[in-house]
Each structure stands twice: as C-alpha cells, then as structure tokens.
C-alpha cells in the first residue's frame, strides 16, 4: 500500500511539474504571431553579373572567411547525345584534371591547396566547383579553366562510367555489400524501368573512345556554353582578371548554345500498368521507391506542383507521409516525394520509404493512399499557407543566404535558363497556389497507377508480411515480379 | 578555470598576424538570472539565423539497460506540448494521466512477474518475463487510451510552424554530452524559435510512447544495415569499461525497458533554463535579442543545477586485440588510443596529430606496397569530440586480407616513429593546413559554427573553442612526441583486426587428396 500510494505520489508530481513555474506565462500561438514579412531574398542579378570574353560570370565578395570557391556550370549534360556514355566519359576525364599536367599532379596540387574538387553531371547541366583558401584562388580559376579546356580523356570499357547501376555495384571498398540493400540501388533500379532506353536516364554502359568523348568535349564545352561563378575573399577584380586570363584564347561550345530538340519522354515500360519489383537482399529492413516519369512542366504548373510535392512529403518533419508512416504509426524513420523534371527531356516523380520487412505492404498502401488522396481531396488552408511560405521563405531563401549559395544560384539558374526570370518571379507564384490547383497539378502530373515500385530487401519476409491495421497482401497494389539485383 | 587559463595563454603566445584573426570569435554572451545562456555572434548583413538551444545531457545520463533514453526523450520531444500538438489540452489531460498510472501497474506487474522465470539463459531471455495477463491487458489498456487521445492530436505541431515561417535545416541531434534542437530562420522570424523551445522545454507532453518505440528500432536497424556498425560497437566497448560515451545509442533489449516515468525523469531533471544555452549566429544583436528571451523563457525558474558527475573510466592497464569475422566489412587494422577530452591543454594537439599520422600512414603504405585508405580520427559512435576521454583511432582498410599483416606492421612502425619524433616539418606544415582550412569551411557555415560554439559549452566552455582551434597552430614536433610517448603505450592500446570468416576445408580439398 505505502509503495502503492509512493508511485501515486510520484506521477502526481510529475503531472504537476511542467505547470509549476515561478511565473505565470503566456503562449501565443504561433499561428496568430505578428512578425515582419522577410524581404525578397533574392539580389539584383546585375549586380554581380560580369562579362568575360564570351563567357559570363558572377562573382560575390564575402569576407566572412579568407576561402575561395570557383565554379563552372557548363550548359550540357548526359542527355546532351544520344547515348549518355559519352558525355559521362568527359565527366569521367573532367573528374581527372587538365590533361596538361602529369597523371597524379593535378589531384596532388588539389591536395596540397587542401581543395574540395567536385564534378556533378546531371542530364542538361555539368557543374564543377573547386573551393581553397583564398591564397590559392588564381591558381584554382587557373586549374579549373584550363581541366575545362582539355580534360585527361581516356578509353572508357562498358560499364565503367560513374553513377549506373552497373558501374555502381562495381565501386567502392565495401560498397558492393552496402549497395546491394541501399536506397540508391532502388533508385537506380526503378530510374533504369523508366528511363532506361532514354539518355537522360543517364545510363552508361557502352565502350566509348577518348576520341569520341573528345569531340563532344569540343562541340559543347566552350566559353559561352560556361556560367561561371565565383565567390568569397577576392575582389571581383582579381576574379574577373583571371577568368579572363583563363580563358583567352578559347572558343567552341558552340552546340550547347543551340537548344536542342526535346527527348521524348518514354513511355510507360508496362502499359499494362502498376508492377512491383522485389529485388532480394539479405538486409534487416527494406526499401520502397514508387514513381513514374515526368514530362517537362511548363512554368505556370511549377510552383503548384512544388507545393503538392511539399505536403504530401517534400517538407522534412511535417509532411503528410511523415504524419502517417511516422508520427502516427511508427512504420518507418521517414518518407518523401521528389519531383525532378527538365527542360528538353523526361524526369521522374519518386516517392521513397523504408521500414521493416513486416510494414513493407503497409508502406506501399500508405503512401498510394495519400497519393490518391492528393488527387481527389483539396487540401487543407493550413497545409497549403505552410507550404507556400515554407518554400517562398525557407527552400528558395536559402538559394541567396549567402555570398556562397547566391552566387551558385545566379550562375545556374543563367546557365539553365539564359536569363532570371523564374527566380523573379517565383515568391509570388508560390504565395498565388490556391487550394485547388495543388489538386489539379497532383491530377495531371501524379497517376499512382502509372507508377513502376521497387523494393529491395529480404523478399520472403516482405511477401508474407501483413500488418494488423490492414489486411491486404502485396500482391494487391501491382503484379509482383521478382528479380535478382544481378 | 585553470585549463582554460592554459589554453588562453597558449593563445596570448601566438605571433600577431592573419592566422590569428581567423579564430577571433566575437561572440557576445548574456547570463539570464535564472542561468539560461545566450550567445549571439552577430553578422549584420545576413538576412537569416541560424538558431540553437543546448541542454547538458545525453548518454552520460544514461544508466545501464536503458541506453539510447536520452536520445529517445527527443524524439518524445517532437510530439508537442499542451499547447501544441492538441486541439483541446483539458479533454487530453486526463487521458495522460490515466496511461501514466496504467504504466505505474505495469512497470509493477513486470517486477513482480520478474521472478516467475527462473532459468535465465546465457544468450536470450534472462529479462524479465514480458507477457503475463495483467501485463497483457495494461498494455492493451494503455493502446487503447493511446488510440482514443488521438482525437485530440495535431500531429507535427512543434515542426509546423518553424516550416510555415521559413525555417530550414529543422533536426534534433543527441549525442553523448548534449541534447540540441535547430532551425534557420528568416530573421524577422526568430522569435518562432523562442516561442516554439521554450514551450518545449517547459511542456512537452509524452504521446505515442510505443510508436516512437518503434522508429527507434527503425534507426538500429538502420544502423546494422551497415556492416560497420557492430564490428565499431564491439572495438568501442573494448577500448571503454564504464565510461557512457562508448554506449551505442541503445539495443534493442533497452528498447523494451524504457518507461514514460523515467523519460519524465530524464526530461524534468535536465531541461532547466540553468542548464540550456541558445546559440544565435545571424542578421541579429544581443540587445535585440535579450527581450525576446526575456519574454519567453523568462518566466522559469532557476532549478536544482542537474548532476554532471560520470562514470570514470578506470586506467587502461593491457593490451587489448579484437578479432572480428566479417565476409561484409572490407578487412581492416587499427589501433585505438585513450585521449584526453577538450579543455585539457594536450587536446587540440592532438588534432595535429591526427592529421600527420594520416599523412605519414599514407605514405609509408604506399611504400610498402599495401593497397589501402588510412583514416585518422577520433570518431566514437556518432561524434567525434568529448569533453571526456575517447579514443584517437587510426584505421587502415586493405584492399587484401593477406595484405593484413604488413599493414598492421606500417601502422605500428608509423606510431613508432611519431613516439620518437620524426615528424618532417613538410608534414606539419600540411596537417596544420589542413585543420585550419577545415575552420575555415566551418566559418562559413553559420549552422555548423553555431553547433560548434554550442558542443564547446556543453563539453567545457563555449570559450575553449577559438583557443582550441588556435592551439592546434601551435604544436610543435616536440608537442606531438610528448603526447604520442605519454599516451600511445601498449597497455592503452586496443588492436582491431577485421577478416574474413575461416572456411573449415573440405575433406577431398587441398592436402587431403
């Protein structure tokens, strides 16, 4: 009794004690705080912007910290040819330096500035970026230019290209392992079912010759197919003066001016409709990625298809997946939907989670449901005011947060684009998303029985797995077709 | 206090010059009468901040079987308060209150059923017996209370609104010595923050107790997806006897142990304005910032300061060697070292150290001819810094296992030879750059500067931090010699081994036929 009554005593006390402050305290809540609207945090472009030579350039000082980062957004990528191999053998031979040093030079001078050297293709953009201390930023513009101008080209066997399936599963010292029951080889495997006959599927898995990636790197790389981006603890002049240096001299690139004609998006691998691809892996959980390709989204649908993407699982903590999969049920650590859509060629709409064998099937049905949801019901005033200044004020203000980001952001989006017009225009199209439009975006752009699912994980597990809030097997959300990673 | 005073004299030793600036840090603090700190490095141009709220406590608060609550009490942390997270507190409340005392009977029933197992294996069930009647119908009782709250519950309350005015870089991270909540704001939006953590820290309301259980299962089993994981688990709690901060962040036997009592224990004691410290780094001022803080966190009373006292790790008296079998993990070597913990003068040479080594372990295994990436770090679970002693490891990962033997012999003779003092002056000129560029990158990075200045005053004092990073240009070969023969001996060394499984040979295989 008496240790009955201590535990009273004890719960008591603590039901108390968060209430039990000295003062009295006031909480408003955050819904009805008067707090200032933020500026527009994007600059004037103009401001920055520099010519040099043909090439185009923005530099921003920032003297926050005596560092330096140069960066170069070339205005082709994969899907810049036919067959991806060859332009990720030039992001191959870009990864290696300048071929006009020694093999080994380049990355030991990377080494001795104690760079950061970065390569990144992507289907219709190739950026590189090299950060030093500002001591050594001449000497980086220098380096970055010239590995620009002649990269080290070498023969590429098939299946050597970075960032494929194949080429993936073949890299890394425990990566094999590690790879076989990641999300990035769910990823690659369901971009494979949708793009795979496409370039911008990025694929890599033919022989290609030095020569021939040569003579891409002639026909697209060239100081006006370049945006060039410099920022932190240099003058502008400095900046300026040694791009132009650099780049003296150069010329071509001329195909990556032209704007090509846009790559059809595929169609659908199985007309047939929605399949689901269990990939055996000997893992303790398994992943789920969903999705189907993308066409190029015309302006006016952009910012309502952001704010759909942002509520149903674009918005981190609080999204409508994250509430299901997570905070009400404990499912799964997280969930997500990520659009990606290009200018001239076909994306994918994605959407990922991963989770125990036992919750996999409920996984799937969680999420095709609130996709359906998405389509069917309008969402709510609160989720909509929160995804409109969460991505007006929070994702597209830290584009400009600093000298560093701003400077990348003005030099893409002119790469991508040629000119700023979207990003001037883009808080205002998000405040302008209504309710209804995030429905009709999330109708046109989002059909779940299109979408292709893969799941990688411990196939018998997940196949028999049933969860007690819901019945339905598997089987029941697409035909299953399994299939070993290899 | 009289480390600090080592550190800042070895700072005042410094020649005046460019180096020296890039540690300034002219950070401005504020004490709050109730002991709440505040720190804001003001950066008048910047139009966001990049917002911190420290609390001392973590793993080293934890006890024995249940590991992991203190990084459990903060996802807890993320299911609002009662005035976030509810639609009606006053129709909730008596439900809370109801799961709270179901959990007293059951956390009874569980004692008393504790004894009704009396053959408690070696390797599986010697806890407590988990199923009886009772138990069973507590813990259905307290599902369906749970289930029945929900009609009260706005889920993702205490994340919303920081997304609804702009914030980014929204997480939580617990670790051995802290518990840290963070946003990037707008700057006309800091006040969000205060409202939003100060009702944190005062009202959090436990909810979803078993889900949440649940999506920690998720991250260990996250965590043993990589094959690394329990070899690192295995090296730690070798290299460590009692200290907290070789704890992995639970098993999933603690899992099962953790009670809302105890959690509501962990957060009352820890979660008092005198032991919290919000770190501002932005478009921001002090004096703008104190009323703001004032008006939010003011009204708490200053409590009784929670206990920092933790396990000390006895003297490391042998030599050490684990052999861990692995057909995932990539064969390996290392040796693992104690090391002091920040705010001992010796520390940030150690960071030097570190960065030579590796240097030096680079080139002597190129020489030998093994192919292998060495690492130099002192990473033990999830950080890499303590304010306790941890270990410095050195890691060389052969491309080979026959290559085993020869990189254990390089890394051995390596360590040897920066005992004896020959570090080339080449070297340390290098490693120093290293670390001071790898500063450099953290200067820029508001979040990941603020979160420095924050794990600083967690550890030691926000303070140690520029003197820290300035030291570390200090060392001198004869510093590096100095810790390397006090600290590298064989009676601190612990030996990691990773290879792969023996495959017994077949009867008609090799000698046999």
Redesign the interface.
Known sequence: MTRQWSCCLTLGLMLALPFSNGRAQTMVHPRDMRMPSPPSPRPDPAVFRHQVGTSTAYVVEDRQAPMVTVRAFVRTGYGGAPDAAVPRAVERALRAGPSSMAPGAFSREVDAMVGEWRVTMGPEVTELSLDVPSEDARRAIALLVATLRGPRFMNVQAGQAPSTLRGATATGGSGPVLYEGSLQLAVDILNEQLLGASAYGGLATTAVTAAAAQTFHAAHFGPSSIVFAVAGDIAAADARAGLAEAVAGWSGGQAALRRPAVTPTPAPARPAGREIHLYDADKLQGWVVMGHTLPPVPLQDRAALEVMNYIIGGGHFDTRLFRELRDKRGLANTGGGYPEWFDRGPGTYTLRTYGRPDVIPFLVELTLREVDKMRTDLVTQDELDIARGALADGVFAMRYADSYATSRSLAEEHARNGDHTESASYQRRVRAVTREQVRDVARRYVDPERFQIVIVGPRDAIGKAKHWESSKPLSSFGRIVSADIR | MQRLGLMLALLAALPLG?QRT?YDLPVREHLFPNGLRLLVLE?AN???VAAKIFTRMGAVNEIPGEAGAAHFLEHLM?KGT???GTTDWASEQPI??RI??LE?SLI?ERNRARNDLRQRGVFHEYSHKQSTPLADSLRAEIARLEQSA?RYRE??AT???Y??????Y?TATTEQEYMKFDI?L????I??FF??E??RM???IIR?F??????L???R??D?????TPYAEAMNSTVGRVQQVFWPEGYRTDFDQYTR?HQ??LY?RAFVPNNTTIVLIGGVTLEAMIPLVER?F????RKPEPPREVAIEPLPDAERRLIWRST???PRVEARFLIPGVGHPDRPHFDVLGEVTQIMLARALNAAGVAA?PSVNTNVVHTSRFGLPASQNFEV?V?RQEQLDGAERVLLDVIERVRSGAVSAEDLT?AK??L???W??V??QPDVLAFDIGHFQAMDVWRTLPVFMAARERTAPDDIARIARQHFIAENRTIGVVRRPDVPPRMNDGGGR
């Open positions: 460019a890039v950066r910047d139009p966001r993320f009662r005035t976030l809370r209150e709270g005392a007293q009874a929900q889920h993702g994340m919303r609104w997304q609804r005015y702009g914030g980014t929204l990037n707008p700057v006309e939006h006040e969000v409202r939003v100060a009702d005062q009202n959090t979803e078993d889900e949440e259980r649940m999506i299962v998720e991250q089993l996250g043993l997806n990589r094959p690394a009592a509501q224990q009352e939010h003011g009204a708490m009373a995932e993990l990539a990436r990962v491309d290098l750059k290293r001071r560029v790898a450099l990158r200067l820029r």
